[in-house]
């Protein structure tokens, strides 16, 4: 599987480097991974919610490398299908990458976890809490609407929104209502 995913994960790079070409969206890529990785590495560390079971191969901290660089694909082509549907008529198309994401993270999670690649530790629907499909969603929104900012500003706004955004959520609702 992990193969399987790595394949897709090159073809995409391959791909949407030859069509936007090469100069600048590896880098985005990178960037899209590497904060993806220390949201994701944070949220397991502090919060200890969820873990990935050992059938990944190579990890990096808490996360699988293959994880690592899955979400830069969906968070980019969520993007990309969000600009070439909406170009230019929406006020907050991050907003909207963030709802795709949503409702992507809604069908995947219970999959992922009845398939015994991670597990939560909390309470929900399919073994799944609310707040870790809401997590996802609320990364790629914080990403995607700082993208006009240097990449390292994106970086630590989008990794302490999203905390700030989890920690408020958690004890304003979700602890109560998983």
């Not at 409702?103 to 929900?124: F, M």
């Not at 929104?141 to 500003?153: E, F």
Request: glycine content about 8%.
């Amino acid at each position: 599987m992990e193969l399987s995913c790595l394949a897709i994960v090159a073809l995409y790079i391959a791909a949407k480097g030859r069509q936007d070409g090469w100069q600048d969206w590896p880098g985005e890529f990178a960037w899209t991974a590497a904060t993806a990785w220390a949201c994701e590495h944070a949220c397991i560390e502090w919060y200890g919610f969820y873990a990935y079971h050992d059938v990944w191969s190579v990890f990096i901290g808490h996360v699988p490398l293959t994880v690592a660089l899955i979400w830069p694909v969906v968070i980019l082509s969520a993007r990309d299908v969000a600009a070439a549907r909406f170009a230019g008529s929406l006020r907050a198309p991050g907003l909207l990458v963030g709802g795709m994401i949503l409702w992507d993270a809604a069908l995947i999670e219970p999959i992922a976890v009845a398939a015994d690649l991670w597990h939560w530790t909390q309470p929900g629907l399919f073994g799944v809490p609310p707040i870790g499909v809401l997590g996802w969603a609320l990364f790629t929104a914080l990403w995607n609407v700082s993208k006009s900012k240097p990449r390292w500003q994106r970086t630590i706004g989008t990794f302490a929104g999203l905390h700030a955004s989890l920690l408020a959520l958690w004890w304003a609702a979700f602890r109560w209502i998983n």
